[in-house]
């Protein structure tokens, strides 16, 4: 079946520093790619959706110049927390439709930890 | 606003108790995922429904779409401690490019 990969799986850094988080689709081509953050015990909170050739789309309250998106090919979308914070630790993932659009496949996530 | 209200948040039953989670909205949506999620990994997709009253079995686990489909169930049979974790309903709607509203969440815990 379809596996979307998510690297790295985990991340530490200190306060100011920016992080890359990758999501890769691994066996198929995805046009289309969401991000996503949870906290503890919480559903997930969509940030953006990220488009291959174009502009990503970023939900209400998502700043873009925090959670910057290039979606590099059709298989690749980075997610990059730029000047990172403590509040910004959470868990990031994302996911990549089927061709159909009427499922999604999500990656493992990527636990970030802003010391 | 929450689009898809799933309740409860929280369910702690014994091992072999029966349980029903709810996923309910005012809108339609051309589909209906189920997904299950354990601490520090991604949802893993359990079920898709797609057609109204649609109802489809995964061994003790039932999933239901409303006739409507505006609104979905999640019954498992039987519950055993290996069905612990997150559980998350999530609508599609056929406009949208396979963007997803997800349920606030269920946190099951089945005690042996």
């Known amino acids: 079946g379809a596996v979307v990969s998510q690297h790295p799986s985990w991340v530490i850094c200190k306060s100011g520093t920016s992080v890359k988080i990758e999501c890769r689709s691994l066996?198929?081509?995805?046009?289309?790619m969401f991000w996503y953050r949870q906290f503890p015990k919480q559903s997930l909170m969509l940030m953006a959706t990220?488009?291959?050739?174009?502009?990503?789309?970023?939900e209400q309250g998502v700043e873009k110049d925090k959670f910057l998106i290039n979606h590099a090919s059709l298989t690749l979308s980075t997610l990059t927390v730029t000047s990172a914070h403590p509040e910004d630790s959470s868990f990031y993932i994302c996911?990549?439709?089927?061709?159909?659009?009427?499922?999604?496949?999500f990656g493992p996530g990527t636990r970030l930890l802003v010391l | 606003t929450q689009l898809l209200e799933q309740s409860p948040q929280f369910l702690s039953i014994q091992e072999g108790e029966n349980l029903t989670v709810y996923c309910n909205s005012s809108?339609?949506?051309?589909?209906l995922q189920w997904y299950r999620q354990e601490p520090g990994e991604g949802p893993v997709l359990l079920v898709t429904?797609?057609?109204?009253?649609e109802v489809k079995k995964l061994k003790r686990l039932t999933f239901q779409f409303g006739d409507a489909r505006k609104d979905s169930s999640l019954h498992i049979t039987a519950a055993q401690p290996g069905d612990t974790g997150l559980y998350l309903c999530?609508?599609?709607?056929?406009?949208?490019?396979?963007?997803?509203?997800f349920g606030q969440g269920t946190e099951l815990s089945v005690k042996p």
């Open positions: 996911s990549a439709p089927s061709t159909g659009r009427e499922t999604q496949y």
């Open positions: 066996d198929f081509q995805a046009t289309t």
């Open positions: 990220s488009n291959e050739g174009s502009k990503a789309t970023y």
């Open positions: 809108s339609v949506f051309s589909s």
């Open positions: 429904v797609v057609t109204g009253g």
């Open positions: 999530a609508g599609a709607r056929g406009n949208q490019g396979g963007k997803l509203i």
